[in-house]
């Protein structure tokens, strides 16, 4: 991996994360992909290794994914 894509996946992570507020506490895959133009396979990718880190976590009932610890 060269240093453009490690920053970039970090710049699209750490959009991912700024999306999440008071006003839109709970988002899904699809939202996320929409308001950050990604495509699906790239934003679950970028979800799913938040949720390993704890930066997020995802609601059982609902499925969508919320700010973690």
Do not use: W
């Not at 060269?2 to 970039?8: A, K, V």
């Not at 290794?49 to 930066?55: A, E, I």
């Amino acid at each position: 991996m060269d240093r453009e894509t490690g920053i970039q996946s970090v710049n699209r992570a750490l959009n991912v994360i700024c999306l999440f507020t008071h006003s839109a506490p709970r988002l899904g895959i699809t939202e996320i992909s929409k308001v950050l133009g990604l495509p699906k396979p790239t934003v679950h990718g970028l979800v799913r290794t938040l949720v390993k880190q704890g930066f997020l976590q995802q609601d059982p009932q609902t499925r969508k994914y919320r700010l973690g610890l």
